[in-house]
T-cell receptor, first 111, second 114 residues
Framework: SQQGEEDPQALSIQEGENATMNCSYK?????LQWYRQNSGRGLVHLIL?????REKHSGRLRVTLDTSKKSSSLLITASRAADTASYFC???????????FGTGTRLQVFP | DTAVSQTPKYLVTQMGNDKSIKCEQN?????MYWYKQDSKKFLKIMFS???????INETVPNRFSPKSPDKAHLNLHINSLELGDSAVYFC?????????????FGAGTRLSVL
């Protein structure tokens, strides 16, 4: 399967703590994207990092990309209860032009 | 205004029935998609249309037939529904092809086949 893998599968933290999620993928990519899915809702795009970039920031989000290891991480700083959701990485496949989603990390932030 | 809207939100039906899910986007995008999310939250591409032309057709049973009457609409028709078709189906759109661009998702249609 081309599907990427994320770890951990589930993460529980207290408000104010940082949350780190990791994503590994298998193919050559144009970019890597992170999406959030609240329970019962559609996916919402968070951030896109291109294959020639190593780090990107957006508000409380920090994404890193290591193409040599085919891995990425998403750091959410100073987490809030409202950050509770599932987070998916998705790779823009270089050869097929598909967006291939990872298995997701379920984040629970306790107030 | 909802950017990508799909109807219905919930669909409960019996095995063997035929059903359709509609999707519309008002973002001016040229590419639209159908994804299936199973009970383990795995999200897999089913179909992709660019300017009304089918460009991605994953290994999906022939019972599933997408139709794109224009760039803003992509509907999904499912014949002879089976228990294994129960899932959440998401419509999405992007400006340009999936591998290079951000996708915008609808809220999903939860299909339950009894």
């Amino acid at each position: 399967s081309q599907q990427g893998e994320e770890d951990p599968q589930a993460l529980s933290i207290q408000e104010g703590e940082n949350a780190t999620m990791n994503c590994s993928y298998k193919t050559s990519i144009n970019n890597l994207q992170w999406y959030r899915q609240n329970s019962g809702r559609g996916l919402v795009h968070l951030i896109l990092i291109r294959s020639n970039e190593r780090e990107k920031h957006s508000g409380r989000l920090r994404v890193t990309l290591d193409t040599s290891k085919k891995s990425s991480s998403l750091l959410i700083t100073a987490s809030r209860a409202a950050d509770t959701a599932s987070y998916f990485c998705a790779t823009g496949d270089y050869n097929t032009d598909k967006l291939i989603f990872g298995t997701g990390t379920r984040l629970q932030v306790f107030p | 205004d909802t950017a990508v809207s799909q109807t219905p939100k919930y669909l409960v039906t019996q095995m063997g029935n035929d059903k359709s899910i509609k999707c519309e986007q008002n973002l001016g995008h040229d590419t639209m998609y159908w994804y299936k999310q199973d009970s383990k939250k795995f999200l897999k591409i089913m179909f992709s249309y660019n300017n009304k032309e089918l460009i991605i057709n994953e290994t999906v049973p022939n019972r599933f037939s997408p139709k794109s009457p224009d760039k803003a609409h992509l509907n999904l028709h499912i014949n002879s529904l089976e228990l294994g078709d129960s899932a959440v189906y998401f419509c999405a759109s992007s400006l340009g092809l999936a591998g290079k661009n951000i996708q915008y998702f609808g809220a999903g249609t939860r299909l339950s086949v009894l």
